[in-house]
C-alpha cells in the first residue's frame, strides 16, 4: 500500500511573545509559506492561531516537505494522511505508514475532537496499536517511544501522522524588516545572508563590480549565488554597482598600502546610501574578524566609521571551517569556489596596511573629490530581480 500525506501540520518556532507580535509572527509566515507555495498546484494554505495547514491536494508531498523545510519560522512539520472515521481503514493506514519505517519505539496518541466517534481513546489506541505490533517488527514504549503516532479524530475524517520532521527554525523573514547585504562572490557573504534570514531580516542585496577588470562570468556567479538565497527569500534584488570609475580614481591618489582601507570606506559610503534609499534598516557583510588584512579589528574600526547605518557582521567570530559547513548546507559552496575576478582582488596593492588609523584614512581621502564619484554609483545602480527556482537572470541587467 503506497501512500501519501495529504496534509503538513506546521508547528511555530522561537514564539515566546503573545498579542500582537503573535498574530504578526504568524500572519507574516502564512504569507511565506503561501508564496514558497506558489509553485505547487492546488495547495492551499489554511492558518490558525498555533498552527498553520498546508493541504497539498494531490501535490507531491516529498517536494513540498522540502520546501517548507527551508522555511524560517517552523519549528515542526508533521505529514498527516486523511482516512474515513472507520476503524478498519485506520488501522490499516497506520500499519502501511508504520511499515515504511525502520523498526523502533511506538506509542499510537489519540485526540477524539469528534466526541460522536463510537470508539473511545484508549479503544483507538489499542486497536492501532496491536495492529501495528502484529504486523511490523516495532516495539511499544509508552515512556519514551521513538515515533509518535498521532490520530486525530475529526469531525468528518481522521488524521493519522507518523512523520515528525524539524523545521528550519528561526523567525519569518521580514519581521525584523530590510537590510542591505554586501555580497561579493566568496564563501563569507552568502553565509551571512542565511543567518541574517534565519533572524528574520529580509535582504536586498549589493556587489561591486569593475569592468571590464571583472567579467561577465564573476556577476553571473554572483546572480547564482542570490538564487541560491532565494530559499530563505523567495525574491531578493541585486543591485549591481559599477566601481570601477571609482577605483581607478583610489589606485591614482591613494598610497599602495590604505588602497583596500579606502575601497572598503567607498563600498560602505555607496552601500549606506544605497540602502537608505531602499529602507533598509542596517548593512550587513560577511566579515570575520582576523581573517585578513582588512578585517582586523583597525581595520573594521575604520571601514565602520563612515557608516551611518549599523553593519551587522554575522560571521564576525565564526571560524573558517564553520562557514564552509554551513556554506555546504545551504548549497552555496560550490558556487563561491569556481574561480573569479572579485572587484577587490583585481586592485588589491601587495601590503595593505593591517593598523589603518582614521586620521590618515581621511587625511588620504581629501586627495580627490571622492563624493560625485560615490553619488554617481548610487545613481547609476542597476537591479536585478532574482526568483525563487528561475533559470539564469542575467538578460534582464541588459
Ligand atoms: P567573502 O567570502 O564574503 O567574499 P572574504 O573573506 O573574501 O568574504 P573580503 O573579500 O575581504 O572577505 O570581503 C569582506 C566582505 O566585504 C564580504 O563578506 C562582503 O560582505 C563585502 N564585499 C567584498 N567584496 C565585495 C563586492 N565585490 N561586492 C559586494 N560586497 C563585497
Ligand atoms: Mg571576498
Excluded: W
Excluded at 507580535?21 to 507555495?37: G, H, P, Q, S, T
Excluded at 511490523?136 to 475529526?154: F, G, M, S
Excluded at 579589528?297 to 557582521?313: H, K, T
Amino acid at each position: 500500500m503506497d501512500i501519501k500525506a495529504d496534509i503538513c501540520v506546521i508547528r511555530f518556532a522561537e514564539l515566546s511573545t503573545k498579542g500582537k507580535n503573535k498574530k504578526d509572527f504568524v500572519r507574516l509566515l502564512r504569507k511565506n509559506i503561501n508564496e514558497a507555495m506558489r509553485g505547487f498546484d492546488g495547495v492551499k494554505v489554511v492558518g490558525s492561531f498555533d498552527r498553520i495547514y498546508v493541504y497539498l491536494n494531490g501535490a507531491d508531498d516529498k517536494t513540498v516537505l522540502a520546501r517548507l523545510q527551508q522555511i524560517f519560522g517552523i519549528s515542526t512539520i508533521s505529514l498527516a494522511v486523511k482516512v474515513e472515521q472507520d476503524i478498519e481503514k485506520m488501522t490499516e493506514v497506520a500499519v502501511a505508514l508504520m511499515k515504511r519505517e525502520t523498526p523502533t519505539t511506538f506509542k499510537v496518541v489519540t485526540r477524539r475532537a469528534d466526541k460522536t466517534f463510537p470508539l473511545v481513546t484508549d479503544q483507538i489506541n489499542r486497536a492501532l496499536g496491536m495492529a501495528i505490533l502484529d504486523n511490523t517488527a516495532h516495539l511499544v514504549d509508552v515512556h519514551n517511544p521513538k515515533i509518535k503516532v498521532l490520530v486525530e479524530v475529526r469531525p468528518a475524517e481522521v488524521y493519522i501522522t507518523v512523520n515528525t520532521v524539524q523545521g528550519a527554525h528561526g523567525f519569518p523573514v521580514g519581521i525584523q524588516g530590510k537590510a542591505m547585504l554586501l555580497l561579493s562572490g566568496g564563501i563569507d557573504s552568502p553565509v551571512a545572508a542565511y543567518f541574517s534570514n534565519k533572524r528574520g531580516i529580509e535582504l536586498e542585496c549589493v556587489h561591486f563590480q569593475s569592468p571590464p577588470y571583472t567579467s561577465i562570468a564573476a556577476l553571473n556567479k554572483v546572480l547564482d549565488l542570490a538564487r541560491k538565497l532565494t530559499a530563505g527569500q523567495s525574491e531578493i534584488r541585486v543591485h549591481v554597482i559599477n566601481f570601477t570609475d571609482l577605483q581607478l580614481q583610489i589606485n591614482h591618489y591613494i598610497p599602495e598600502s590604505y588602497r583596500i582601507t579606502i575601497m572598503r570606506r567607498m563600498m560602505i559610503r555607496i552601500a549606506d546610501g544605497l540602502a537608505k534609499k531602499r529602507k533598509c534598516k542596517a548593512l550587513i557583510t560577511g566579515e570575520c574578524v582576523g581573517q585578513v588584512a582588512s578585517q582586523t579589528l583597525d581595520s573594521i574600526q575604520v571601514i565602520s566609521d563612515v557608516a551611518v547605518l549599523p553593519i551587522l557582521r554575522p560571521l564576525v567570530m565564526f571560524d573558517k571551517n564553520d562557514i564552509i559547513s554551513v556554506a555546504e548546507k545551504i548549497g552555496t559552496f560550490d558556487i563561491s569556489i569556481r574561480p573569479f575576478e572579485d572587484c577587490c582582488t583585481v586592485f588589491t596593492p601587495i601590503n595593505p596596511v593591517t593598523r589603518p588609523a582614521i586620521y590618515k584614512a581621511e587625511f588620504y581621502e581629501k586627495a580627490f573629490d571622492y563624493l560625485p564619484y560615490v553619488i554617481e554609483c548610487i545613481e547609476k545602480s542597476e537591479t536585478i530581480f532574482v526568483k525563487y527556482n528561475e533559470k539564469r537572470a542575467e538578460d534582464a541587467l541588459f
